[in-house]
T-cell receptor
Framework: NAGVTQTPKFRILKIGQSMTLQCAQD?????MYWYRQDPGMGLKLIYY???????DKGEVPNGYNVSRSTTEDFPLRLELAAPSQTSVYFC?????????????FGPGTRLTVL | GQQVMQIPQYQHVQEGEDFTTYCNSS?????IQWYKQRPGGHPVFLIQ?????EVKKQKRLTFQFGEAKKNSSLHITATQTTDVGTYFC????????????FGKGITLSVRP
């Protein structure tokens, strides 16, 4: 199993450009998450999904959109990039509760907006 | 809102020294998780604690959940350079077990 994969690894955007960060998992996990990580600030939840067709806002959703058309994929869309969106973005997934609630993280996408 | 706090954010130790860090929640937690992120890497799950007063060990790492389930500690015995990284604690949001609130983490550096 590849686990959680993210593409691209790095990206530089100009202000106002749009892009989609891709995330996929092959563990048949229902829950998927998008976090951003800024230096010294920990992980902030952007959006999450409890299953295909269901998404909800996290702590910092402004400027982002998501969709979950399949169990495997959970893309994150930035419509009008702003310098404040410069960050490292992590996608994570988790299986159903009943055992450990551990989240599995992807390798991250480092985004710079200039 | 619900907060999970880790203070300080940075700690430097000499290789071989012991290291302890703490995590405090503003609310009672149903469980607490610890993650480790190596420099340039992604968070990796270490452990989950569920019961009041629970203690779990992983080799040189000892994790404890407080009696009131509002705090937790991580103790590393005889630190090694491989322990370098940022350690996060995280707890589920009240009434929303599917979401975690992460602390800001503590970044550990080890002098060889």
């Amino acid at each position: 199993n590849a686990g959680v994969t993210q593409t691209p690894k790095f990206r530089i955007l100009k202000i106002g450009q749009s892009m989609t960060l891709q995330c996929a998992q092959d563990m048949n996990h229902n829950y998927m998450y998008w976090y951003r990580q800024d230096p010294g600030m920990g992980l902030k939840l952007i959006y999450y999904s409890v299953g295909a067709g269901i998404t909800d806002k996290g702590e910092v959703p402004n400027g982002y959109n998501v969709s979950r058309s399949t169990t495997e994929d959970f893309p994150l869309r930035l419509e009008l990039a702003a310098p404040s969106q410069t960050s490292v973005y992590f996608c994570a997934s988790r299986g159903l509760a009943g055992g450990f609630n551990e989240q599995f993280f992807g390798p991250g996408t480092r985004l710079t907006v200039l | 809102g619900q907060q999970v706090m880790q203070i300080p954010q940075y700690q430097h130790v000499q290789e071989g020294e012991d290291f302890t860090t703490y995590c405090n929640s503003s609310t009672t937690l149903s469980n607490i998780q610890w993650y480790k992120q190596r420099p340039g890497g992604h968070p990796v799950f270490l452990i989950q604690l569920v019961k009041s007063g629970e203690v779990k060990k992983q080799k040189r790492l000892t994790f404890q959940f407080g009696e009131a389930k509002k705090n937790s500690s991580l103790h590393i015995t005889a630190t090694q350079t491989t322990d370098v990284g940022t350690y996060f604690c995280a707890g589920p949001l009240t009434g929303a077990n599917s979401k975690l609130t992460f602390g800001k983490g503590i970044t550990l550096s080890v002098r060889p």
